[in-house]
């Protein structure tokens, strides 16, 4: 009888993890877009009408968090993720379409527990003109 209990209580032990993990979603919106955004979750995509737009990622938890480890990668540009619920692409000038993903790998919540993590999402963008476009200009000069 005792196996039994102590399989019971590892198994409850093992979902209430991976409940926590499911509560993990990273969210994001694409910047410098002719029309407002919202935060959606896992994907994101639209045209942009500024050469320097942007890919702003969010983690979203029921639990209060302390601190963040992201991996992120994709099209060439800029990245600002500080260990906090947010991470920023910023695209490179020459760079007219691409695609951008953010993970969080690692959570720490306030309460002192962490958890590895896999929660991630894409955001895709292109640009479609409406403000100078850096590759006019090169081809100008």
């Known amino acids: ?14 979902a209430s993890a991976s409940a926590s993990a499911q509560d993990l ?3 994001c919106l694409i910047s410098g877009t002719p029309t407002q955004q919202t935060l959606t979750p896992n994907f994101c995509y639209s045209r942009t009408n500024v050469p ?4 702003y990622f969010k983690l979203k938890s029921s639990k209060s968090i302390a601190d963040v480890t992201w991996s992120y990668g994709g099209s060439s540009g800029s990245w600002r993720c500080n260990g906090n619920t947010s991470c920023f692409y910023t695209v ?3 760079v007219t379409y691409g695609s951008v993903e953010a993970c969080v790998t690692r959570v720490l919540y306030t309460d002192g527990t962490w958890e590895n993590a896999n929660a991630c999402a894409t955001g895709e963008f292109w640009y479609s003109g409406g403000g100078p476009n850096p590759l006019e200009n090169e081809d100008a000069q």
């Open 92 to 94: 490179a000038r020459n």
């Open 52 to 55: 320097d737009a942007g890919v």
């Open 1 to 14: 009888m005792n196996k039994y209990t102590i399989a019971a209580v590892l198994g409850l032990g093992l």
């Open 25 to 27: 979603v990273v969210e």
